[in-house]
Nanobody, 115 residues
Framework: QVQLVESGGGLVQAGGSLRLSCAAS????????MTWYRQTPGKQRELVAS???????TYADSVKGRFTISRDNAKNTSYLQMNSLKPEDTGVYYC?????????WGQGTQVTVSS
């Protein structure tokens, strides 16, 4: 059974930085896309950033130039470096991994940006 464990969330002041990690385990042979989503109260879960197995990246317009997604395939881990954080970046950040025909989700990590 594939399990995803996120870490790195917390409370930070506007303009600060955080680095989220998502470690996948469970006998995984290879992971296709690794994606970060976030959810805020009253809103749908939205895609923040995604990275393919080949390293191609996609970002939401709201985070372009501030967030960087990366991955370490040997460790089955993805990272989301978040710089110049804004209060509107506040939310629960979820990691998603596509393995074969299936998508797996982490439990989420809270990011709170104070003004």
């Amino acid at each position: 059974q594939v399990q995803l464990v996120e870490s790195g969330g917390g409370l930070v002041q506007a303009g600060g930085s955080l680095r989220l990690s998502c470690a996948a385990s469970g006998g995984i042979f290879s992971i296709n896309a690794m994606t970060w989503y976030r959810q805020t109260p009253g809103k749908q879960r939205e895609l923040v950033a995604s990275i393919t197995s080949g390293g191609s990246t996609t970002y939401a317009d709201s985070v372009k130039g501030r967030f960087t997604i990366s991955r370490d395939n040997a460790k089955n881990t993805s990272y989301l470096q978040m710089n110049s954080l804004k209060p509107e970046d506040t939310g629960v950040y979820y990691c998603n991994c596509n393995v074969g025909l299936f998508n797996y989700w982490g439990q989420g990590t809270q990011v709170t940006v104070s003004s």
